[in-house]
């Protein structure tokens, strides 16, 4: 109509469509503009959602982690003895309940005085057994003599080349347990390396530090002496996420 040049249609008619047009334009991008505003909004509301249920589900699953290591922990509290097989028993069930650990493990506090007969005790039952650390090339080696050690002696799931390893030797994993001991409480390290189940990873540690149970622990004081070690958790957090989850959220529009 607006190319139609015939004398009856008259330039007044001409302005009066090309505004109707240009209105509906304006109208059609206003409206398209809205609803992909609209739209941004719903899947904004949508995500805050699915994270508020997310974070939620975390809370609750790490909680369920802290009770565990805090279980563990009452099992040495409880016995001055506690073997491999009760370790292994009594982690194999947790753990199957709660697949977001990649695993545990009992690091118990080893003086240099008591290091001989530590180790000769653990090769009754595992041949071999030293306490050792990684050198530049990430090989095991024996590891120097140091005042005190915190050496892998149970772990579970097992894994050979893990037990005997000193976390005092490794500065992370020092410095968290060492702030775990003096505060009495768990601490968890920063995102590190970490090897579980023949699978090498990024993830964290948490150190739960166990103290004889028969002997004080209030002061900075006892607490350095009174040690008796730490159960560690390891936690690889893609996993965790996942095994948190009790339904795939993100596969839903909420």
């Excluded at 002696?153 to 893990?162: C, G, H, N, V």
């Amino acid at each position: 109509l607006l190319c139609n040049t015939t004398p009856h249609v008259s330039a007044r008619r001409r302005k009066a469509v090309a505004i109707a047009l240009s209105i509906t334009f304006a109208v059609t991008i206003a409206i398209f503009m809205s609803a992909r505003s609209w739209e941004a909004e719903r899947q904004q509301l949508s995500f805050e959602r699915k994270a508020t249920i997310l974070t939620a589900e975390l809370e609750e699953s790490i909680g369920n982690y802290r009770d565990m290591l805090y279980a563990v922990s009452l099992l040495y509290k409880s016995s001055d003895d506690v073997t491999y097989a009760e370790f292994r028993d009594f982690t194999r069930g947790l753990m199957q309940r709660h697949p977001g650990m990649r695993g545990l493990t009992w690091t118990p506090k080893v003086t240099d005085g008591d290091r001989a007969a530590f180790e000769k005790t653990m090769r009754e039952e595992f041949p071999g057994f030293s306490i050792r650390e990684m050198d530049g090339d990430d090989r095991a080696i024996t590891a120097p003599r140091r005042n005190v050690y915190y050496p892998v002696a149970y772990i579970e799931p097992y894994l050979e080349k893990l037990q005997g390893f000193d976390n005092g030797s490794e500065p992370i994993r020092r410095d968290t347990l060492e702030k775990a001991r003096d505060q009495a409480d768990r601490q968890a390290t920063p995102r590190l390396h970490i090897i579980q189940n023949d699978q090498s990873s990024y993830g964290m540690l948490i150190f739960r530090p166990v103290y004889f149970n028969d002997r004080p622990h209030k002061t900075l004081e006892e607490r350095r002496e009174n040690l008796k070690g730490f159960i560690v958790g390891a936690f690889v957090l893609p996993e965790l996420i996942n095994a948190s989850l009790t339904q795939n959220i993100w596969d839903k529009d909420i």
